[in-house]
Every structure is written in C-alpha cells, then in structure tokens.
C-alpha cells in the first residue's frame, strides 16, 4: 500500500515537472497589434462587400420581377436602394433605370442613364444597343439611329431567328421609305416559318396594311394554321377589316385570352352584350389585367348591373397611365350601386382628400347621395355635412342637389324622413314623373286694385302751385 502510494506521488511529481517544462512549447501563438489589425479589417472588409453583394442582388431581382409585372414605381424603389458610386451592380442598375425611363415614355432620360460609362461599354452592348436605337426612334434622332443600327445587328445577329426583320421593318418606318416599307411588306421571302410569317402579319397591323396582306393568306402553307397564335392575328386582322364572321372562324375553338377578346368584340359589335360579358370575363380569367378585355367589361358590368363583377375588375387594372382618382371614383360609384354606402363615403373622404376638396362634378353629386342616405340620426355634423355636399352641388347646377338642399329648409331631418314608409305627403298628384314633365310656363295676370291715374291725381292735389 505504501508503495502503491509512492508511485502515484512519483508519477503526479514527474507530470507537474514535465507541465512545467513544455509550458514555453504550449503557450497560444499571439500576433503583433498591427498584424491583428489587418488580417482583422481585411475579412470584415470581405464579409463586409459580400453581405452588401448578396443585397444588391436581392433588390435587382425584386426590380426586374416588378418591371415585368409592370409595378415601374416600386421597381423604381428597390433599385434606388443600391449605390452606384459603390456598388458592383452600378451598370445592371443604370440599365434596369434605363428600361424603366422607357417604359414610362422618358426617352431622353433613358438615352441619359444608357450613355453612362458603366453601361456604355462592351460589357452590356449587346444587352443595351435594341434599347438605345428604339430611344433614338422616339426622340427622332435618325441619324443616331442610324449609326447605332450597323453595330447592333453586327453585334446581335446571332441572338435573332428572323434576320432582325421586326428591327429593319421599325427603322424603314421611321425613314419614311413608303417603297421599302411596301417591299418589306408585299415580298414572298417574309413568309418562311410561323415565327416569321407571324411577324410579318404583326407588321401589317402596325402599319394598318391589313387589307393588303389578307389578299396574301393563300400563300401561307396549311401547317401555319395550327399555330394558335397565328390564327389569333388572322382573326384580329378580319376584325379591324370588318369581316366579323371570318374572324370568328379562325378563333372559333381557341379559348386563349385573345382570341376571348376577339369573340367579345364580335359579340359587342352586335349589341349581344350578355355573351360580349361573358367572353371578357373568360379573358380576365386567362389574364386578370387584360387591358382590352376590362376596358369592355368595366362598362358592361355596370350596363347589366353586375355590380360586384365590377369592383373585382376594378380592382385589377394595371395601367399606371390611367388617372387612379378616376379609377377610384368608378369604384365608388359601383359601391354606391351594390348598397354599401358606408365604404362608399370611406372611398369618398379619401377621393376628395386626393382632389384636394375641389372635386368634379360627378364626385360632389355622388357625396350627396351617400350623405343623404347615412343621415339618419339627429347629429348636427350630420346634417352639416350633408347641406355642405348639397349645397356645392348645386352650384355645379345639379337640379336634384338643389332640390335636396330646398328640402332640408323644411325637413328637420331629411335623411330620415325619406326611409319613413308612412305617408309624409298628402298630394298625390307630385310625384317624380310629374316633376319631370315639362310644363307650359304661363305669364301671370296682375290684378289691379288701384289705377295709377288716381294715384297720380292725388298727388297732384297736394302740389301747392301758388304760395299762401
């Protein structure tokens, strides 16, 4: 046991020595402050720019979804949060900023941020040389155009499967070459495969050349006629000739979102409003922002009282071109029509905030209607409210405005007197259609009850010629 003790003392002895000896082997490697320093800074630096890369990338493709979708203002938004003195996608985001100038019919801006070093460069011509020579058609610089065309088809002719013909047709145009532009159009070679006979079809109705080329079908090959999208071009080029029931016949049995629009059009021109309805909600259906189709539907919604049909295809228009106060205001209108007067005036108060309290016509007589119908209680505002709306209508020569607001100077209440379903009138014979019957204005007839000759010689007699 003592032994067993002195070897375990040993042991501990010999291992603490030996702990004690390496301890100069063992201690951690520092570095000097200035080394710490820069190896430090240097992988902040990197981790640094590839968090700020990986965000930058983010936002790019926010934006290039946006502009596809059409949402320029917030494309516009994400790509505003990138830095162009710092970041390394400056030049997709001068191009991307370019496209959108475009879009938006900005063309010399456009032309601004494409003439930028960062994206006028080799890098991008390829990607940007289509989009500079369609800015020069706009502004009508020709003759940069024209330069600009020779290195763009060099530098893209093997992007094309059509010999750039859509690129040559648009400059021909702008030449005003009416023996070019007619050669393009007229000549045999344009048809080849569907891709290029759709193309020279889509020329044509660019140019409103439609007759002409419909003399030419014959020469496309029947194999060209399964192309839905083709047939889809036919039709609509027999459409603007007038040929209705041949256009028909060519979209018959596609169900595509044009050849929909096509069928309503058909139908609209017949006056067969119900099916002309129903073939553009079948368009909505395959393309819910179908500008052609919610154009025709929006009005005949409210002609065949779909009320809650309308506000969903309102509420689906993407053309940032249109005024959004007009927009708002048809909404309110369909609201108004479907009954739900609370959200009508919620709607309202915003509309008039928008048009800064001066708002058209039809706006202040839709004010009145809805404050008529909501003031049914004895609250002061109300009622304010509701004379005010009256009362700017009126001025704006609104008959049934001025009327209402001739009414409350004999009604306490008028809002709750015409939801009364008792007899508030004993004169059967006002009625609405009386009050819209025109009447014969007759002239009254004054009754004299003193001659003015007697008056005259009373006064007479109280002149006093000679004085007393």
Request: a negative charge; one cysteine or more.
């Amino acid at each position: 046991m003592k032994l067993q003790c002195v070897l375990l003392f040993l042991s501990l002895f010999v291992g603490i020595g030996r702990s004690h000896a390496n301890e100069d082997e063992l201690k951690e490697i520092t570095l000097d402050y200035e080394e710490y320093s820069l190896e430090a800074s240097t992988e902040a630096s990197i981790t640094r720019d590839n968090n700020q890369r990986q965000i930058d990338l983010f936002n790019l493709q926010k934006a290039k979804f946006k502009i596809i979708s059409g949402d320029l203002t917030t494309a516009a938004f994400y790509l505003n949060r990138i830095n162009e003195k710092e970041s390394v996608v400056a030049g997709i985001k001068k191009r991307y900023m370019a496209m959108i100038y475009f879009i938006e019919g900005k063309f010399d801006q456009s032309i601004k941020e494409l003439n930028d070093k960062r994206v006028n460069n080799n890098h991008y011509y390829t990607q940007t040389c289509l989009l500079r020579i369609i800015n020069f058609i706009a502004v009508n610089d020709v003759t940069s155009m024209e330069r600009e065309k020779k290195n763009c088809q060099f530098y893209t002719s093997k992007f094309s499967k059509n010999d750039q013909y859509w690129l040559d047709a648009m400059i021909t145009l702008k030449e005003h070459d009416t023996q070019a532009t007619n050669k393009l159009l007229l000549s045999d070679n344009n048809i080849g495969d569907d891709e290029a006979s759709k193309l020279w079809l889509k020329t044509g109705l660019y140019l409103n050349k439609e007759k002409k080329l419909l003399d030419m079908l014959a020469t496309l090959s029947e194999t060209s006629y399964q192309s839905k999208k083709l047939r889809e071009i036919v039709a609509f080029m027999y459409l603007r000739s007038g040929e209705t029931k041949k256009a028909l016949t060519f979209v018959d049995d596609i169900d595509t979102a044009n050849a929909e629009n096509i069928k309503g059009n058909v139908n609209l021109a017949n006056k067969e409003y119900e099916l002309a309805f129903g073939h553009f909600r079948l368009a909505l259906q395959k393309k819910q922002d179908s500008t052609n189709a919610l154009e025709r539907a929006i009005p005949l919604a409210w002609l065949l009282s779909q009320w809650s049909d309308g506000l969903s295809m309102l509420s689906n228009i993407s053309n940032k071109s249109l005024d959004p106060r007009n927009t708002q205001a048809t909404k309110i209108a369909f609201l108004i029509r479907e009954k739900r007067f609370i959200e009508a005036q919620r709607e309202l108060t915003l509309l008039k905030i928008a048009f800064q309290n001066e708002p058209p016509f039809e706006v202040s007589v839709m004010d009145t209607y809805v404050n008529l119908i909501l003031s049914d209680n004895d609250k002061a505002y109300d009622k304010r409210k509701i004379e005010e709306s009256a009362e700017k209508s009126c001025k704006a020569f609104d008959g049934i405005s001025c009327w209402i607001s001739f009414q409350y100077i004999q009604w306490e209440n008028l809002g709750k007197t015409i939801k009364r379903d008792d007899l508030v009138y004993s004169d059967i014979a006002l009625t609405v259609e009386s009050l819209k019957e025109k009447k014969i204005i007759e002239p009254l007839i004054e009754s004299k009850s003193i001659d003015q000759s007697d008056i005259e010689e009373l006064d007479g007699d109280t002149i006093k010629i000679t004085p007393q």
